[in-house]
């Protein structure tokens, strides 16, 4: 489980790198699907991520809107800012965490039951979601996109046995 959110970081900071050499209007400008454009899609995937690791530990909820973070520094510092949290939270995992009951209220007033093991995949999974969409709209604005390949970004070494 660690490794898939060090592997959504790693790809995640791809895409900030990405975007330094994209003009701010294409950044922000309102795509089909997703929560928006560029720019508003990856604050989303930030706020989304440490909004359920939040929740699970009982905390509030972040509340503030993307008009306030509509630059990619600042973007950036604001999940700077949420990962350190969400790291601690992922070093403190531990197996019996799976299986943790966790209730989350509805729109409609209802409440859902969930393992943690359940929602916290969910968190990985909600990114992966996203990072098809911006690769998308990359080729659409005629760019390569950030590979989105786990094999070779050197996230679990092999154990490899000396023979003498």
């Given at each position: 489980?660690?490794?898939?959110?060090?592997?959504?970081?790693?790809?995640?900071?791809?895409w900030?790198?990405?975007?330094?050499?994209?003009?701010?209007?294409?950044?922000?400008?309102?795509?089909?699907?997703?929560?928006?454009?560029?720019?508003?899609?990856?604050?989303?995937?930030?706020?989304?991520?440490?909004?359920?690791?939040?929740?699970?530990?009982?905390?509030?909820?972040?509340?503030?809107?993307?008009?306030d973070?509509?630059?990619?520094?600042?973007?950036?510092?604001?999940?700077?800012?949420?990962?350190?949290?969400?790291?601690?939270?992922?070093?403190?995992?531990?197996?019996?965490?799976?299986?943790?009951?966790?209730?989350?209220?509805?729109?409609?007033?209802?409440?859902?039951?969930?393992?943690?093991?359940?929602?916290?995949?969910?968190?990985?999974?909600?990114?992966?979601?996203?990072?098809?969409?911006l690769?998308?709209?990359?080729?659409?604005?005629?760019?390569?996109?950030?590979?989105a390949n786990?094999?070779?970004?050197?996230?679990?070494?092999?154990h490899i046995?000396?023979?003498?």
């Amino acid at each position: 489980m660690q490794t898939m959110f060090r592997y959504n970081w790693l790809v995640r900071e791809e895409w900030y790198r990405w975007c330094e050499d994209v003009p701010e209007e294409e950044l922000l400008r309102i795509r089909t699907g997703g929560v928006g454009g560029i720019l508003h899609t990856l604050f989303h995937i930030a706020d989304v991520e440490w909004s359920w690791v939040r929740a699970l530990q009982g905390k509030p909820d972040f509340q503030e809107s993307f008009e306030d973070y509509r630059s990619l520094e600042k973007v950036r510092r604001l999940d700077a800012s949420f990962r350190q949290e969400v790291e601690e939270f992922l070093q403190s995992w531990e197996a019996n965490m799976e299986t943790l009951p966790f209730y989350d209220q509805q729109k409609d007033g209802e409440f859902s039951g969930y393992s943690w093991g359940e929602v916290i995949r969910h968190a990985i999974a909600h990114e992966i979601h996203h990072i098809g969409q911006l690769s998308i709209w990359a080729r659409e604005i005629g760019r390569k996109p950030v590979s989105a390949n786990l094999i070779g970004k050197g996230l679990i070494r092999p154990h490899i046995e000396k023979n003498d």
